[in-house]
């Protein structure tokens, strides 16, 4: 039901952004509930069916672990993904100028697919296919939220459509807003903001090989880079690029040609992947750690980019906060349907009990394996080497830190 009038004066949980965090938040809210309660999104783009207009569901091509993909098969969302997906049997870390590496696969930790890489408008058109279909979302788009204020029994919000002004309460806020609306200034939610000094430059690739369902992890001193296998397009064996730069280089790395491009960006990454034929369209992303000094309060909770903002090494970002929307899910349906309040403090803390481990192990393993890659500090390079020796000799650590980017160090949550 898509509206760009709220239809309640009360909701048991209005989410504030329709992004990759909170569409899928929705879905899980009310997946094969009868009566799930009153739940609102809010978006201040357009949902339709045809390309996605959220603005986080752009050019990214983001690795989607293996537990996401069980999450989202959960949901059945993956079932509308699944033909567009390249699973990644392979994973090749290496260091440029140094010989050998890590080498990990799927039986490393038991599975056939160490995660699987998605292009975002394909996850973005699955996800509204989802909220366009189902009759327990009522979806208001495009409306802003312009104001989130606490009192007594609920949350206050303010909506903003064109020119017109809704006032809605909730028991339950959920802020999946990415973080760019200002609404955490308006809470004086502080955030930990760490900038790397670092962007990432996105792009397609046309190469002269097929990818092998191989994922190359490269880190070259001055950053890491990463191909990751994509589907065929017009008879193109394609890769996505994620290349990492020092914030004081990534005017100059733009401004090459695509020739110069191809042939900086080949020394970089080696002939692992094979000849390198085209690059598509460039994006950049400036790169930083932000985490959210509080994640919930009485009747709010914060969950994607605003709630932490990780450095996409690792490719856990959407990961970590699919699963800490997945276990905020589990949580509220359980209040719900025992006709509990959402937004208690008690029930908010519980959910911040199951996430917290988990957060902080992941952004921790995501910032050590970017501070430890982007430098060329002597010390630093022979520790990455023994590192990765250590890694390669020692099977149960390298089952350790495939079960960790697959995303499975953490219980699976059952809604
Ligand atoms: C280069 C790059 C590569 C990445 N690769 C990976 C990867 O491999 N694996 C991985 O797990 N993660 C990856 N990530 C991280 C991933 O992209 C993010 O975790 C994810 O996009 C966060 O989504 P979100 O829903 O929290 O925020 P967003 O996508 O920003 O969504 C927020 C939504 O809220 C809406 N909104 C904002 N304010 C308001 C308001 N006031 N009222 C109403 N609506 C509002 C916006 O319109 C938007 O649609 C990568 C990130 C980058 C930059």
């Known amino acids: 039901m898509i509206n760009q009038t709220p239809q309640h004066d009360h909701y048991d949980v209005v989410i504030i952004g329709a992004g990759m ?191 092998q369902h191989i994922a190359y992890e490269r880190f070259t001193g001055k950053g890491p880079l990463a191909l990751l296998p994509l589907t065929t397009h017009a008879g193109a064996q394609r890769m996505a690029l994620v290349w990492t730069h020092p914030q004081d280089e990534i005017a100059s790395v733009m401004a090459l040609s695509d020739a110069d491009f191809i042939a900086r960006l080949q020394a970089d990454c080696g002939q692992a992947a094979g000849q390198i034929l085209q690059v598509g369209k460039r994006a950049v992303f400036p790169l930083t750690l932000q985490v959210a000094e509080e994640q919930f309060r009485p009747r709010l909770a914060l969950l994607g980019n605003v709630a932490h903002t990780l450095h996409p090494v690792a490719g856990q970002g959407f990961n970590l906060a699919l699963r800490d929307a997945m276990a905020l899910a589990a949580n509220v349906r359980q209040s719900l349907q025992a006709r509990q309040d959402p937004g208690s403090v008690l029930r908010l803390q519980a959910w911040w009990e199951v996430v917290q481990k988990d957060q902080l192990r992941t952004i921790t393993f995501s910032d050590v394996m970017t501070r430890l890659f982007s430098t060329n500090n002597t010390a630093m390079a022979v520790l990455r080497k023994l590192g990765m020796i250590g890694i390669e000799l020692l099977p149960p650590v390298k089952q350790h830190l495939a079960r960790q980017a697959m995303g499975y160090q953490s219980p699976a949550v059952r809604l």
Not at 26 to 41: E, F, N, S, V
Not at 169 to 184: D, I, N, T, Y
């Open 21 to 211: 965090v909170g569409a899928t938040l929705a879905c899980a809210l009310t997946h094969q509930l009868t009566d799930p309660g009153k739940i609102l999104l809010v978006e201040a783009s357009l949902i339709h069916t045809g390309k996605a207009a959220q603005p986080g569901l752009d050019a990214r091509r983001p690795v989607l672990s293996a537990s996401s993909v069980d999450y989202l098969r959960t949901l059945v969302l993956w079932q509308a993904m699944q033909a567009a997906a390249t699973p990644i049997h392979h994973i090749q870390v290496s260091d440029q100028g140094h010989f050998g590496g890590v080498h990990m696969q799927g039986s490393d930790a038991r599975v056939e697919a160490l995660g699987h890489v998605v292009e975002n408008p394909v996850i973005g058109q699955a996800l509204n296919q989802a909220l366009l279909d189902s009759a327990a979302i009522e979806l208001c788009c495009p409306v802003q939220v312009t104001a989130v204020k606490p009192q007594p029994g609920s949350m206050l919000l303010s909506l903003q459509a064109d020119d017109k002004v809704y006032s809605i309460s909730a028991a339950l806020v959920v802020l999946a807003e990415g973080g760019r609306s200002g609404l955490m200034q308006q809470l004086g939610i502080h955030i930990n903001s760490h900038s790397y000094g670092q962007s990432a430059v996105i792009a397609n690739l046309a190469m002269l090989q097929p990818h």
